[in-house]
């Protein structure tokens, strides 16, 4: 059965399934009925969304979102802003102008202001925001332990609703699967490379048609997640320095207020080198005016291929070869099948196309498709919210522990930490040697997206289950030969700040116990 006719099987009755993008730069909600999915018309000032944005001021009033874009916050008050928040949730209080926050508690501010802001917009489609399930993108190369948090901070702010996590990617891939079958473009679905240039970081993966199962929900499986920190900031960073640069060669031009970091003028150009970006993607130049609180004023003539002289090795090196890299692994070299999805703002600049088209010498435009990629993951939540009504996964599981003894044969122990679990969580289990004589055990540790784990913990080759994940590994020494059936008891805990705390006790029998902290968070973006 095709997408749209899933869709149409589904929403036969009228209803309306909600998805959710809680960006790193905009946030927004998607709904989608037997008409399609759909963005509200969120205001000019919302930019296509919510900011996602929390401003203390001085004299202690508190803005979320849109209310800060509205008074121009990041320019007037910088010291007093919190972006970003999705990158930081496993990070330390937030301390602005003397009141600390929680990231969490930032992240859910913003989410219910996104709710607020949208159920108006909806009331004019005559939509009633009444929903029991949400979907929630999420970063494919997020650990369980943010995959968690995201869920419980979502959950929170939808009063305790259903909140169903899915990759990013994969909602994306969606959105477009949607709009080609719509046109009649692409009736089947093929493998498909997301290339996702978000405000933040940059993801690039591999994905495959799949079959949905219990085990593995989703249209598509991942792999190969890669990704760098070369985004949107990063090029409105390029921007600014070369705006600087020209007023720094323009005579009598007063540069003092720009070269002050924290100070207003040099906000808002900052501010600026966002829109002078998407200009250009537009234009092939731009003449642009610059004037600062000193009184000065200057017109720069802006052009795409110096930006893109300054921004390509770069872009290159963390972006277009990472992309390379995934399809050469994964064996999708010369695969005339293949799609390239491009997602996030950024990609509207053409160095991105040209680029592709470069590394990629096989496929032509045709095989790169771009639609409405600053609002794709929150169509494609919409989209996917109506699927676990035809597949209902079961519970995801985080992490797995297995154990190897000195003889190397493998034996399970079933402590398990869902994914979308309450934090802190803690799990025991015992496990006993099976062997007389042994010297000590091995714990390993596993990353796993889905499933009971019934297929992992009935494995009985290790290299199977190293194919799932492996995180991290503790040993602990008896410290001399101990008899069969001496037990040990292994408590796991998984906390807020995603460390993973695990002990291993042999009950009193050498009077030491291992303790290992890891921070399962280290690698993620």
Request: some cysteine; glycine content about 8%; proline content about 5%.
């Amino acid at each position: 059965m095709s997408l749209i006719s899933e869709m149409r099987a589904i929403f036969g009755d009228g209803s309306v399934s909600f998805g959710l993008d809680f960006g790193t730069y905009r946030s927004m909600l998607a709904v989608c009925s037997e008409d399609g999915p759909m963005v509200p018309a969120y205001k000019d000032a919302c930019l296509g969304g919510v900011p996602s944005l929390f401003w203390r001021t001085e004299s202690g009033e508190e803005y979320v979102g849109d209310e800060v874009y509205a008074r121009n916050g990041q320019a007037v008050d910088p010291g007093g802003i919190c972006a970003s928040v999705k990158t930081r949730l496993q990070n330390g209080p937030v301390r602005l102008h003397g009141k600390e926050y929680s990231p969490r508690e930032i992240a859910g501010r913003i989410i219910k202001r996104v709710l607020d802001v949208t159920q108006p917009l909806l009331e004019q489609e005559f939509i009633e925001m009444d929903f029991s399930s949400i979907v929630c993108g999420v970063p494919v190369r997020f650990t369980a332990a943010q995959k968690g948090e995201i869920s419980s901070i979502v959950r929170e702010a939808t009063g305790g609703k259903e909140v169903h996590l899915v990759p990013e990617p994969i909602l994306a891939a969606l959105s477009v699967d949607y709009y080609l079958e719509k046109k009649k473009h692409r009736p089947v679905r093929r493998p498909v490379l997301v290339y996702d240039m978000g405000a933040g970081t940059f993801d690039v993966c591999l994905l495959v048609p799949n079959t949905p199962s219990a085990y593995d929900p989703y249209p598509y499986r991942a792999l190969n997640p890669q990704g760098s920190a070369m985004a949107g900031d990063c090029i409105d960073s390029f921007v600014e320095e070369m705006m600087l640069e020209k007023l720094r060669q323009v005579a009598g031009f007063n540069m003092s207020t720009l070269e002050k970091e924290q100070h207003m003028d040099r906000q808002t150009l900052r501010l600026e080198s966002r829109r002078v970006k998407e200009k250009l993607s537009e234009c092939e130049e731009i003449d642009q005016l610059i004037t600062t609180s000193a009184g000065s004023r200057a017109m720069l003539h802006l052009t795409r291929s110096e930006l893109e002289q300054n921004i390509e090795p770069r872009m290159r090196r963390e972006t277009i070869d990472l992309a390379v890299k995934v399809v050469q692994e994964e064996g999708y070299w010369n695969n005339n099948q293949l799609d390239i999805v491009l997602v996030g703002g950024s990609t509207y600049m053409p160095l991105v196309r040209r680029l592709l088209l470069e590394a990629f010498p096989w496929l032509d435009e045709s095989h790169i498709q771009q639609r409405l990629p600053e609002k794709a993951v929150a169509l494609g939540a919409a989209i996917y919210a109506a699927i676990p009504k035809l597949v209902v996964p079961k519970v995801a599981y985080g992490y797995a522990v297995s154990t190897y003894n000195t003889t190397r044969k493998l034996q399970m122990l079933h402590v398990r930490i869902p994914s979308n679990a309450e934090l802190p969580m803690t799990v025991k289990a015992i496990y006993s040697t099976r062997f007389n004589n042994q010297l000590g055990v091995q714990f390993y540790v596993f990353e796993v997206d889905h499933g009971e784990l019934d297929e992992f913990l009935n494995m009985e080759e290790g290299n199977a289950l190293m194919d799932a994940g492996q995180a991290y590994h503790i040993m602990h020494s008896f410290g001399k030969p101990v008899p069969v059936d001496t037990n040990v008891e292994l408590t796991v805990t998984l906390d807020r700040s995603g460390r993973l705390l695990l002990r291993v006790s042999d009950m009193g029998l050498t009077g030491k116990d291992t303790e290992e902290i890891v921070d399962l968070c280290s690698t993620s973006i």
